[in-house]
Structure formats: structure tokens, C-alpha cells
């Protein structure tokens, strides 16, 4: 019964993402992220809380980019196909802090360079803080 219940759920949403024409990937990422979601609860208690509980067990295991991708699709599934509007907070994307050389490292560098031209030009880089 719920498996039939879930096979009609995805049905409804691959026609509502085709008359949107919608990529084929975005059809696959979305059907496959709201399969996963709806195999992983209670099928008989879709509401916004379920979605929470199901949002925090995915940000342990991924990263807040892929978990908000999953939510963007999930969010359709309840607006379209069971036209009930949810709203879930998109998770803050990590920081990342950029990685520093020390001053050694830049000597040795700068000293490994022979051509004086590009000695320069990585010397004016560095002294204006550009990085990548």
C-alpha cells in the first residue's frame, strides 16, 4: 500500500516537472531526492515537521549546499503535487577559511623563481593580497 502510495507521489511530480519543462537532470535530482525523502518517514504524516526532523539527520551526514538542493525539491513535491505550501529555512553554507603561507614559504617561492619579470609579478600579487 505505501509503496503504491509512493510510486502515484513521484508519478504526479514527474508530470508536474515535464508541463514546467523542467531539465531532465532537475527531474531525476528531484524525484530521486523526494523517493528518498518519502521512503525515509511516516508517508502517512507528511507535514513540515517531518520535514525538519528529515532535514536535521541529513545535515549531519551532507554538506548544507546538497541538503538544500534536497529541500528545493521537496518543497515543489508539497506545493505542487499536494498543493501544501511548506517553508523550510535554506541551511547556511560553511565557511571555509582560506589557507595562509607562512613567510618561509613565500622566500622560498619567490627565491625558486629565476626570470626577474615573474618574481616581480608574484612579489606585487602577494604584496597586494591577491589570492588562487
Sequence with gaps: MEKELITSYLSKLTTELEIRNFSRETLKGYTKSVEKFLSGIDINNLNEEEVKKYTIGLLKKQEPSSVAREIFAIQFFFD?????????????????????LTKEEIK?????????????????????????
Excluded at 82 to 97: A, E, F, S
Excluded at 122 to 128: A, E, N, T
Design 80 to 100: 505542487k503535487v499536494l498543493g501544501n505550501k511548506i517553508n523550510i529555512q535554506r541551511p547556511k553554507k560553511n565557511k571555509k577559511i582560506p589557507e595562509i
Design 108 to 132: 622560498s617561492m619567490v627565491n625558486s623563481i629565476n626570470n626577474i619579470k615573474h618574481k616581480l609579478i608574484l612579489k606585487v600579487i602577494y604584496g597586494c593580497g591577491l589570492r588562487v
